[in-house]
């Protein structure tokens, strides 16, 4: 047995050199290890403050929920019956309904099986950084973080104040923080579900993000989920009080192993500092404080709130009546923190975009976060901007209008479903370009390499090498910088170039891709796979998908190639596979087909529709109406409705 052990405690706050009284924690001693349980957490179970919890005892605490049925067997914690394949392995965030979380040693599996993941070497004398976008459980889940990371030998954790760091400023103080101490961060939880709802009976998420501030690469995460299947016992001091972490200031716990501190910090300044030595601030505030220029600003209630107000109003000296649900809330306010055209509802009705909504007079520039701030949209007045676009034409004036940006781009990059916009853009500037799969940690290895500046998603993500996740409220600057550029010459004119004006002029310049997704939410998980299946099996023969398409419409080119989109590393060399159903026509359009694993219940299924238009007496049409015939040819070919049920998709994008 293990036996108990006393720490003393002491405290300290960044306002005051005084010392709280010294506390006794007693640690009660836990069960026997296994005879084959490696050295090193062996010892430190003995040295620390730690508990070890074995298997047996984790499957009696368990209450499984329904359809989440444990599976027998003596080797496995919690294993495939909480942690699917598909929720964890093929990305690096676990996503699951709060409900899920809460089961009895759920997220210590998870925490646990991270850090045996990266090995005792890179965790004992660590310094991590635990945080998120605030949503429901996320308090809790720090709490138990703090005592594991302390048992398991972590020397530091920095947790943003109140638990709140949107995920690119989490990427931020990895890189650039440094502590009163001279410490520099190792790593990061981030507590996050990305743009999922939050609450008590919605999602929570966690990842794991590492020393250059990007999400763990494959090996990690492919270690995570087969140790969660495997782990037997975990490390935790259960005797470690909970830490304030609503007041700045240092908490020092000293035991056997040495001082182990919890660090709570401002969660805006390091990044403020960040965006401001990227960006012409002065600029920028000339824009915002112009008459003529109108601007607002939806968090939708998820971390960028915390941000908003000290960038966009102190910085830069926007009116705060600018601000919408800037208020970070457990729940997001009730809302689904997803910015596009259906969830940023008050926003785009703000902006003239409401069907039952006609503003007299909308803002000249809008802009929306999701709940962790790593993805934004761009509306102009009475204008949309597609995330495609974004990114292509942050891309064609970086240079001018970004002083980061004034030596010149590396390269560019994009998910392989998103438009090919940027192509045409590095195709005309020379740069360099690469197409990866979905997800961020592709374009982190080409940035790591010296081969990036600039890259995005579809999916509402844009960013760029300063750090190693997208960025919604540096988007959001780019934007107001290439704004501010466009218009330093005629702030006093009677008319100000718009967003619009800024979007068509690169259209007439580099043609226009016409572009939309449509997704399909919640959808069965069996019927979406045999969905799936029958458009790869319909990719053997390009004879057959014509001939299908001709009899929908015969207006539609032919598809001269299909294929499942295969990624091979430049920089390291790794081959990804099956990362998205491809169809390609004669004429440059393109159909894509992909299964999302972002949310936690059922699949989503993402359909995304490409034609690309170089006569510019041509680009003016509406988006879905230039699309329909495609769409029309996209539905039929891989028989949605009856595959899914669905007659529509949930969102359109």
């Excluded at 959001?476 to 718009?498: C, H």
């Excluded at 080119?557 to 099956?578: R, T």
Aim: with cysteine; net charge negative.
């Amino acid at each position: 047995m293990l036996t108990s052990l006393i720490l003393g405690i002491c405290q300290f706050t960044s306002q005051s050199s005084s010392v709280a009284p010294q506390l006794s924690l007693g640690v009660k001693s836990a069960v026997h290890q296994p005879s084959n349980h490696q050295a090193p957490i062996s010892t430190l179970s003995r040295e620390a403050d730690a508990r070890l919890t074995k298997v047996e005892e984790l499957q009696e605490q368990q209450a499984i929920s329904e359809g989440l049925a444990a599976e027998s067997g003596s080797n496995s914690v919690l294993g495939k019956n909480l942690m699917q394949e598909d929720e964890l392995k093929p990305s690096y965030t676990l996503d699951a309904p709060v409900k899920v979380f809460k089961q009895p040693k759920y997220l210590e599996n998870f925490v646990q099986s991270t850090f045996n993941a990266l090995g005792a070497d890179k965790v004992r004398g660590a310094t991590l950084v635990v945080s998120g976008d605030g949503r429901y459980y996320s308090k809790d889940a720090i709490q138990i973080i703090i005592k594991m990371a302390a048992a398991n030998g972590v020397r530091r954790i920095w947790v943003g104040q109140n638990g709140l760091l949107s995920t690119p400023a989490v990427s931020a103080v990895i890189r650039e923080r440094v502590g009163a101490d001279g410490s520099k961060a190792n790593g990061a939880f981030i507590l996050t579900a990305s743009h999922n709802p939050g609450g008590p009976h919605e999602d929570f998420g966690i990842k794991y993000n590492m020393e250059n501030g990007g999400p763990a690469p494959e090996g990690i995460t492919d270690k995570i989920f087969e140790n969660t299947k495997t782990i037997k016992e975990y490390l935790i001091a259960e005797g470690l009080p909970d830490v304030d972490i609503s007041t700045i200031g240092v908490t020092s716990f000293a035991g056997p192993e040495g001082q182990f501190d919890v660090d709570v910090f401002d969660s805006a300044s390091d990044y403020v500092k960040l965006m401001k030595s990227i960006f012409d601030f002065q600029s920028i505030q000339k824009l915002l404080t112009s008459p003529k220029f109108t601007f607002c600003y939806d968090a939708l209630h998820g971390v960028a709130g915390a941000y908003a107000k000290r960038i966009f109003v102190e910085e830069l000296g926007a009116d705060e009546s600018s601000l919408l649900n800037c208020v970070p809330k457990e729940d997001f306010g009730g809302g689904h923190p997803d910015p596009n055209l259906t969830y940023a509802k008050e926003l785009v009705a703000r902006m003239g975009l409401s069907k039952t909504n006609s503003e007299q007079q909308p803002p000249e520039f809008g802009a929306a976060a999701d709940g962790d701030a790593d993805r934004n949209m761009i509306l102009g007045k009475r204008f949309f901007v597609t995330p495609s676009d974004s990114v292509a034409i942050i891309a064609a004036n970086a240079v001018q209008a970004i002083p980061y940006f004034s030596g010149g781009l590396k390269g560019v990059a994009r998910s392989m479903p998103t438009s090919a916009a940027l192509d045409v853009v590095a195709k005309h500037l020379n740069l360099k370009f690469f197409e990866v799969p979905t997800g961020w940690k592709f374009f982190g290895n080409l940035m790591d390499a010296g081969m990036c500046s600039v890259c995005g998603e579809e999916s509402f993500g844009t960013g760029s090498d300063h750090i190693r996740e997208k960025d919604g409220i540096w988007a959001v600057l780019a934007w107001l910088s290439i704004l501010a550029y466009k218009n330093k010459d005629n702030l006093g004119e009677e008319k100000l170039v718009s967003v619009e004006d800024i979007v068509r002029q690169h259209w007439a310049t580099y043609g226009r891709h016409y572009y939309t997704r449509y997704d399909y939410e919640n959808v069965d998980t069996g019927g979406a796979k045999e969905l799936m299946a029958h458009l790869v099996k319909l990719q053997s023969s390009l004879d057959e998908v014509n001939k299908i398409i001709k009899g929908k419409r015969s207006d539609i080119s032919n598809v001269v190639n299909a294929d499942e989109f295969e990624y091979k590393d430049p920089v390291d060399g790794s081959i990804l596979k099956h990362q998205g159903i491809r169809y390609l026509f004669e004429d440059g359009s393109r159909l894509v087909f992909r299964l999302s694993g972002t949310g936690s219940e059922g699949a989503t299924i993402r359909l995304y529709v490409e034609q690309y238009e170089r006569d510019s007496s041509k680009i003016g049409r509406d988006s879905q109406e230039a699309l329909a015939p495609l769409v029309e040819v996209a539905l039929k070919l891989s028989k949605m409705q009856e595959f899914t049920g669905r007659s529509a998709p949930t969102v359109i994008t």
